[in-house]
Every structure is written in C-alpha cells, then in structure tokens.
C-alpha cells in the first residue's frame, strides 16, 4: 500500500480522532484535508510527480505535514538534516536535483549560502509563519490556502520512491538512500507489531524527521491512527512536561535523548508511558536498567536497523537482557559472517565469534540501492545481501549482541579489540556522564585504548582521570588488555544530529582536551 491511502483511509476510519496532538491539534479529517491542499501547492508550485523536494525545516506538525502532502502528490520528500554545514548542504541539494526546496525561519539563510554553491539551483519557497514569508518567495501555506480541498487526481505506486534519505555522514561524504511506498509501508507495519504500539496509541514526534526513526513514529502513529505529538526541537523538561499534558503511551528514542530524561530526576513522573523501544545507538545495560526501574514499562524494545534496511533484529526484553539486540525481525534474514571486507553471506561465522551483521535485501523493508552511488551499492552489497559494518556476537540462547562496527575495531598489540564491550564496563563509573572508546596512535601498541569521557558535574578534569583509572583497574572487570592505556576528558562528545557518536573527529585529533593522561603516569 502507498502511503497517500493509507492516510486517507485512517481519516475515513475515524475522521474525529486526534491526529496531531500539541498546541496546534488536528483530527484526521483536517489533517486529511490540509495535506491534500499541500499536495496541490507543491504541483502548482512546480514540483511535479515523480520529481523531489528539499524540505529544510526545524520540525514539528509542518514538516510533516510537507512530507505527507509530497506522498499524495506522488513527489519523493527529501527532508534533510538542519545541522548540515553549508558544504554538506549543497552537495546534497546539488546530488538529488531537488525541483525545489522549502524553507523556514531557521533555514533561510544557510541555503541561501549553500545555492551559490549548487550549479543549477533550484527555486526556493516559504514553509515557515505564513506572515514572515520574504518578499518575492512563494508560500506553500499561501498557495495551499487557494487550492482546491478535493483529493489529488494521483495515486503512487508501491514502487514509487515515498522518500529519501540522506546517512548522516559519519565516515565520508552523506549517501542518499531511496525508499519505496513499500518499504516505507512495511517498515511501519514491522514497528507496529515489534514495539506492540497499539491503536489510537499516543506516540512523541521529536526524533526528527530526517532520520528513519522520526518517520517510523509518524507513520507507524498514521497507520494505528493514533496521536502523533509534535515537539520540534528535543529539552528534557519540556519533553517531560509535554509527555504529562498529552498523555504519551509510547516513546522510541535514541539512548542519548533516554539519558537526558533520566538526568532531570522527573523521568519516573511520566505515568502514561508503557511502551519504550530505543534505536540509532547501543544503550549500556547501566541505562537500560535505570529506564526500567523508574517506569516498569510493558514493553522495551531494542530496535537494531539502518536507514537502508529499517528492521535487522528485534531485542524485546529490555530489561530482562539489557543491551542486547534480540533476532531478526518481522520481515528480516540475519547471518554473522566472516568481517574480512571480500567475505560472501555464506561464510558464516560459529556461534560466539564475532562477525559482521548482513541482511537479505529481500526484506520488504530494504532499499534497492544507493542513489546514484554503485562504488557504493558494490561496497555494501553482495549476493543479495546488504552488509551492514556492524559487529556482533550471538550468546547460547542465539541472540545478537551487537559489539561496535567494523571501521571502529581497534587493533592493540595485534589484538583485535571491540570499543563496546569496553564502554558498557565504564559506563558503570559513578564519575562519568558519558564514556566512548576509541583507537588513538600508540608508537608501541598500533593503537591504544582511549576513553574519551564527559566528568560529572563539580568533578575536576585531573580528578577525573585518576578515578576512572582506579575505576578500570580494580572495579571495572576488564583485563589489562582491554583497560584504557589513554584517558582523555573532554566538554561533551562529538555527535551527530540525532545522537550518533562522531568517533571519526575523535581518532582524528578533532578535540579539546580538558585533561588526559596522555600528560601524566596512566599506561
């Protein structure tokens, strides 16, 4: 099904449910209604189908409502990251040949600098406050208003590209990545049932729309016709604050965003929420059990995917086995194989060793292949399966645990070394905010182990090395091996915009060291 339909028909199920929760609230058959006339604007204001469109928003209800109006006018939405450098910006702009792209109060500006960079740039119009639109730019809102309310005379088909996104670039240059009306369709379907979000479910939209995660609770909220609850830019107390007035169910966030909740103290005030999934990034056993001891969730679910396939493997018992990523999901196929960079799918790995996570692309979640990339399609593709360069184990029960990626294994000594494994034991540290391991050069080791950390709040730098050093030492259970020969304590660590760990600016030198040991005695 595409999802044009599957809009139109949760409106037709119950046209006076709230659809749009927040401080702007719309049922289904005015947010039905509006998104047909967007979807009209974006025809007469050239984007016609089978073309695509750039929204560059802040977030929130109109964003979405952009997105849902280019489905109904059979136009792919490329809805890209607010936190792309000017650089950035303009390779994508120039990369997907936007018909045009829409803009906001915050987003005006840096692509204005960005399309004097985009050899053929393509026409800019307003999406923000409809009164703050510029002299001489078009409104989408304006020319929604004029449209015709009657539903737009297209249907997509299931093959027809519903969106794409762009990776967010933590190695290398970003890589768009098209999904179909059916891989978007599925995915959903697939969130419905492996978080158990239930229909009419009250669901928080602020992972942003940009990313996989952000979609899949919009969608996923269309298709159980539920209450999708806008919040445009994430801050813990009003995420709290919103979760309390609108009674939200259900949330799906990164563990990043999870933490931050918990560092308020209010976190167990949220009574309404019984359902927890997180994805984007590992969640250290230490945060998994904090989450389940404030709510007492229903259900808690990790959820391991990528942009490119949404669903690999389902953990559901987040705090029965905290941590770890569960099997291969709904509409998934999942194999451990041989992490040499020429391995085929069928050089499995045995039960135990690590090995790199491939996918079939036969999953009716996966994408075809990368946009206009095939060096890219050549790399990560291989006899039909997707190879993902994530590293995992499987325990006796046959669960995946997911151990780091492949470009982050460290080799120390001529051992091979999994970061992760090395922050879920420091990350139990009572001085640490944040813990992430990385390989630094080392003149006698290769590589070094190098904990990069954030102190807790009234620590000193200095003091904190020497206690995460004792810490790692007599308390943490790692072998000298794996103990970090450097400790670097930094102001925050490098992340993406939705919470991925940039640990390329870290091996690069790309910090500011507020102590390090380096300096001093620990080796």
């Not at 004029?146 to 240059?173: C, E, Q």
């Not at 919040?231 to 949330?251: N, W, Y």
Request: hydrophobic share 40%; net charge negative.
């Amino acid at each position: 099904m595409d999802l044009a339909t599957a809009l139109r028909w949760s409106a037709e199920r119950y046209p006076q449910r709230r659809a749009v929760g927040g401080r702007d609230p719309l049922t289904y058959a005015q947010w039905d209604a509006r998104t047909e006339r967007v979807a009209h604007a974006l025809h007469g204001l050239g984007a016609g189908e089978g073309t695509r469109a750039v929204f560059l928003l802040g977030g929130g209800e109109p964003l979405a409502t952009l997105h849902l109006g280019a489905q109904k006018a059979r136009v792919t939405s490329l809805p890209l990251s607010t936190r792309l450098g000017v650089d950035e910006l303009a390779f994508c702009i120039g990369d997907c040949d936007p018909a045009l792209i829409a803009v906001d109060e915050a987003t005006q500006e840096i692509v204005t600098q960005a399309l004097e960079r985009v050899e053929n740039p393509p026409p800019v119009v307003w999406a923000g406050n409809p009164g703050d639109a510029p002299t001489g730019t078009p409104s989408v809102w304006h020319a929604a208003q004029r449209a015709a309310g009657s539903p737009v005379p297209v249907v997509p088909g299931d093959d027809d590209v519903s969106v794409m996104l762009y990776t967010s670039g933590t190695t290398g240059r970003p890589k768009g990545v098209p999904r179909t009306h059916r891989a978007e369709h599925h995915a959903a379907l697939a969130h419905l049932v492996q978080t158990g979000h239930a229909p009419g479910e009250v669901t928080l939209g602020v992972m942003p729309l940009f990313h996989t995660m952000g979609l899949r609770s919009l969608l996923a909220s269309v298709l159980a016709a539920g209450t999708w609850v806008p919040q445009a830019g994430f801050d813990a107390e009003q995420t709290l604050d919103l979760i309390a007035a609108e009674q939200v169910s259900a949330l799906y966030l990164v563990p990043t965003i999870y933490w931050s909740l918990l560092q308020t103290g209010r976190f167990e005030e949220s009574t309404s929420v019984r359902r927890l999934a997180y994805a984007g990034a590992a969640m250290t056993p230490f945060v998994a059990e904090r989450l389940a001891q404030s709510l007492r969730p229903e259900r808690f679910v990790n959820h391991f995917g990528s942009t490119e396939i949404y669903t690999f493997t389902i953990g559901p018992e987040g705090a029965a086995k905290p941590g770890c990523a569960g099997r291969a999901g709904l509409f998934s196929r999942v194999r451990l194989v041989d992490p040499r960079p020429d391995a085929s799918p069928d050089e499995v790995v045995a039960q135990g060793e690590t090995g790199q996570v491939a996918v079939s692309m036969r999953s009716p979640e996966a994408f075809a292949g990368y946009w206009r990339r095939p060096d890219a399609d050549r790399k990560a593709i291989r006899d039909g399966w997707y190879f993902t360069g994530d590293l995992a184990t499987t325990d006796e029960d046959g669960d995946l645990w997911v151990t780091g990626r492949v470009d982050d294994m460290i080799n120390s000594g001529g051992e091979n070394i999994y970061p992760g494994e090395i922050e879920d034991a420091l990350a139990a540290s009572p001085d640490l905010d944040e813990v992430v391991v990385v390989g630094t050069p080392h003149e006698r080791w290769g590589q070094a182990v190098t904990a990069f950390v954030v102190s807790t709040s009234g620590d000193e730098p200095a003091e904190t090395v020497a206690k995460l050093d004792l810490f790692a030492r007599e308390s943490s259970g790692l072998p000298s091996l794996k103990r970090p020969k450097r400790i670097v304590v930094v102001d925050q660590i490098p992340k993406s915009a939705v919470g991925k760990v940039l640990r390329r600016q870290l091996t690069a030198g790309e910090f500011v060291a507020l102590a390090d040991s380096a300096d001093g005695p620990a080796q």
